[in-house]
């Protein structure tokens, strides 16, 4: 399965690197399925940061037996009890080696802030993400689970 990861540099070795913020599954490597959200991300980043050039690395998956894996099929109540527990639990941590599942992007963060301030339930919250049409990302969370990736190239991104 080819995989990228849109970032600022290009990452041969990718790396287990505390965020600076929350994130939808936590500490990790992030990447996805999709050339399109890889894009939107290193666009991003290089918007943040005034960069003129990122990249998206490339890199094929292969499965490895032995790995504890958490897969969320869609942006159901199991998902939206995952995400919220990173992004609002001090110090959570979960013992998944790799997690799979919907990107939170812009409009799901916005209706995830709706429920995280208690305006919506969470089965509106569910109702409402069954409208927008996700992403996927996987995290790779755990030193072993990034033996599972090997870097295949990178593509240059400008603004």
Known sequence: MTLYHGSLEIVELPQILEANRPLDFGTGFYTTT???????WVRLRMEQNNASVGYINQYEYTPQKGLHTRLFRS?????????????TVQDY???????TGPVAN?????????????????????RRLKTYKLVDQLLF????????????????VKL
């Open 93 to 99: 941590n979960h013992h998944y080696d790799i997690v």
């Open 75 to 87: 942006a159901n109540e199991a998902w939206v009890d995952f995400v919220h527990a990173n992004r």
């Open 141 to 156: 969370h755990t030193e072993r689970s990034l033996e599972t990736l090997k870097f295949t190239g990178n593509k240059e």
């Open 34 to 40: 999709s050339l399109q959200q890889a894009r939107r």
């Open 106 to 126: 812009d409009n799901v963060y916005l209706s995830f802030n709706l429920y995280e301030s208690g305006i919506i339930s969470k089965r509106e919250l569910i």
